[in-house]
Every structure is written in structure tokens, then in C-alpha cells.
């Protein structure tokens, strides 16, 4: 079992910049990617960004060059999201999500992001 935690949400103007975490515990070593989804109200949840464990990175289109998915080397437990020259349309929940190796899918509580002026 996985248990994933995000944090870091909040309200930013347009252009501006958030960084979400995502902390892993339980167990970890079962976890061969980490990703971000997000979700708008009355809206399906889409992919954001994904992280392996060798460290290869995909995004989204409507994201790419704007959002950054990295990990923290020290604990290897964190993801981050980071994102920049925020717009109103990225507003919505952010969840992080864990694979496991039997393909097993974990989610998170979620945490808001809204762009607004």
C-alpha cells in the first residue's frame, strides 16, 4: 500500500508560479512512476506530467515548457510539480498519482490550484 500526500496549492495571479509536492510513504519501493493529474469541475481528470524512476519526464501538451516534474534525490519519496506562467485554465485540482510495478494505481488526497486576477 502507498500513501501519497500533496501539498502546495493555492491562489496565483496569472503568470504566476506554484510548486506542488507530493510526499510517497508506505511502501515506496513498489513505485515505478510518479505523475500529476488535475481536475476542473464538471471536467474528467487528465493527465499532467509523469516522472519514472530511471527519471524520464512527459508531459502534457497543454502544459509542456510551462510545468516541470522533478524529484527529490535525497528522499526519493517527493515529487514536485512545478509550474510556471500560470493561466486561469490550468485552475483545478491537482492529485498525484503512484504506479506500482503489478500496476497498481494510488492516488492522493488532492490539493487546489486556482489562477485568477
Known amino acids: 500500500q502507498v500513501q501519497l500526500v500533496e501539498s502546495g496549492g493555492g491562489l496565483v495571479q496569472p503568470g504566476g508560479s506554484l510548486r506542488l509536492s507530493c510526499a510517497a510513504s508506505?511502501?515506496?519501493?513498489?513505485?515505478?512512476?510518479m505523475a500529476w493529474y488535475r481536475q476542473s469541475p464538471g471536467k474528467e481528470r487528465e493527465f499532467v506530467a509523469r516522472?519514472?524512476?530511471?527519471?524520464?519526464?512527459?508531459y502534457a501538451d497543454s502544459v509542456k515548457g510551462r510545468f516541470t516534474i522533478s524529484r527529490d534525490n535525497a528522499k526519493k519519496n517527493t515529487v514536485y510539480l512545478q509550474m510556471n506562467s500560470l493561466i486561469p485554465e490550468d485552475t483545478a485540482g491537482y492529485y498525484c498519482?503512484?504506479?506500482?510495478?503489478?500496476?497498481?494505481?494510488?492516488w492522493g488526497q488532492g490539493t487546489q490550484v486556482t489562477v485568477s486576477s
Open positions: 498519482n503512484a504506479l506500482s510495478f503489478s500496476q497498481r494505481q494510488f
Open positions: 516522472i519514472t524512476n530511471s527519471d524520464i519526464t512527459n
Open positions: 508506505g511502501s515506496i519501493s513498489n513505485i515505478k512512476a
